[in-house]
C-alpha cells in the first residue's frame, strides 16, 4: 500500500503543470470483487481563476466527480462547457479528452474530489496534451 501512495503521490507531482491547482491522494483500495482494478480519490484545489491544461485521464478509468468547494467549468471533448458548483457531480467516460477546467472565481478557491475507477497498473492518472508539454508542463 505504501508504495502505491508513493507512486500517485509522484504521478501528481509529475502531472500537474508548475503553476497549476494542486492534486493530493486521498485514498486507494484494490476492489476486490473486480480483480485487477482499483479505486483511487485525489482532492484537487483550484486558486482563484486558475485552469488546467487540456489533458486525457487513465485510458481504464472511469472518473466521478464532485465539487466541494467554489464553483468550476469543466468541457469534455465534443460537449458544450458547463459550470458545476459546490454540491454538483459529473463523470468522464475512460478516454474522454478534458479540453478545459477552471475554477470560475477570481476571488475564491475551487476544491473538487475526483474519484476513480482504474486499472490498479495504470500509474499516470492525468497525462496533459503535448502542447501542455511543449510549453513546460511535465507528465
Known amino acids: 500500500m505504501k508504495t502505491i501512495w508513493t507512486t500517485l503521490i509522484a504521478c501528481a507531482a509529475l502531472a ?8 493530493t491522494p486521498k485514498f486507494e483500495q484494490a ?9 483511487v480519490a485525489v482532492e484537487v484545489n483550484f486558486a482563484p481563476g486558475e485552469t488546467s ?3 486525457h485521464h487513465a485510458k481504464s478509468g472511469f472518473l466521478y466527480v464532485y465539487v466541494v468547494q467554489g464553483a468550476i467549468e469543466s ?3 465534443g460537449e458544450a462547457a458547463r459550470t458545476y458548483r459546490a454540491g454538483d457531480s459529473f463523470f468522464e467516460p ?7 477546467a477552471r475554477n ?9 474530489l475526483a474519484v476513480f475507477v482504474v486499472d490498479s497498473n495504470d500509474k499516470a492518472l492525468t497525462v496533459y496534451d ?7 508542463h511535465k507528465q
Do not use: F, R, Y
Not at 476492489?31 to 479505486?39: A, C
Open 16 to 23: 500537474t503543470p508548475a503553476n497549476a491547482q494542486s492534486v
Open 31 to 39: 476492489i476486490t470483487n473486480i480483480p485487477g482494478k482499483s479505486l
Open 53 to 55: 491544461a487540456p489533458h
Open 75 to 77: 468541457q469534455l471533448g
Open 94 to 100: 475512460p478516454g474522454t479528452h478534458h479540453v478545459l
Open 104 to 112: 470560475v472565481s477570481t476571488t475564491e478557491p475551487a476544491k473538487l
Open 130 to 136: 503535448k502542447a501542455a508539454q511543449q510549453e513546460g
